[in-house]
Every structure is written in structure tokens, then in C-alpha cells.
């Protein structure tokens, strides 16, 4: 997850460390800072919904460390709302055009 902004300079290098696919979803939401003060014509309001971008990469032959640290960098600005990255395994894939399952599911050669 993090701010739309991000998006371009982290698809590059997510391409370039070899990932083979990534979903992108436009989302709202807001983390231990309830959103951020915003003003409109002088008066103060709250903003409790962001717009973030959450991306969702599934990797086999990229190591997840690779990934995240390659993320981390692009990402980092040590200001508030760079962003989390979420780590957890997927069970199975199944590719629906062929049937093949795990690792050979998300492999893609014609």
C-alpha cells in the first residue's frame, strides 16, 4: 500500500528486478494517523479517507526479499505514508487456461 504517486517509479523497478506480474487496485483508507488536517476555503476539516494504491505482486523465481527490498528503496521517503508491505504465502495457483498449478502456473512460456 501507498500513495499513487509511487506507482510509476515502482513498477519500474519491480520490472527490473524481474517480477512477472502485478495487480494494481485504486483503494481509500487512512493508517495510526486517522487521515491528515486538510483545509477548504480557510476552515479546517478532517480527511479520514486517503487514496492509496495497494499493489499485489506473487513471485516464485524473484525472491520475496528482492522484492521487498527493492520496494523499500523506491518507496522510502522517512516521511509519513511511504507506505506497508504485507508478506504472506499464497497456497496455490492455479492457471485456468492450462491447469497447471504452483510454481509452473505462474511461469508463462509459449
Given amino acids: 500500500m501507498t500513495k499513487p504517486q509511487r506507482l510509476e517509479s515502482l513498477k519500474v523497478a519491480m520490472n527490473e528486478v524481474g517480477i512477472t506480474g502485478m495487480t494494481v487496485t485504486n483503494v481509500m483508507g487512512f493508517g495510526m494517523q486517522k487521515g491528515n488536517q486538510a483545509y477548504?476555503?480557510?476552515v479546517e476539516m478532517d480527511v479520514n479517507f486517503l487514496p492509496k494504491i495497494k499493489l499485489?505482486?506473487?513471485v516464485c523465481k524473484v525472491p520475496v526479499r528482492t522484492v521487498v527490498e527493492t520496494a523499500k528503496a523506491v518507496l522510502y521517503t522517512g516521511r509519513i505514508?511511504?507506505?506497508k508491505i504485507f508478506v504472506y504465502d499464497?497456497?496455490?495457483?492455479?492457471?485456468v487456461r492450462t491447469g497447471e498449478e504452483g510454481y509452473d502456473a505462474l511461469q508463462d512460456v509459449e
Fill in 56 to 58: 499485489e505482486i506473487v
Fill in 90 to 95: 499464497v497456497e496455490n495457483v492455479v492457471k
Fill in 40 to 42: 477548504y476555503r480557510g
Fill in 81 to 83: 505514508g511511504d507506505g
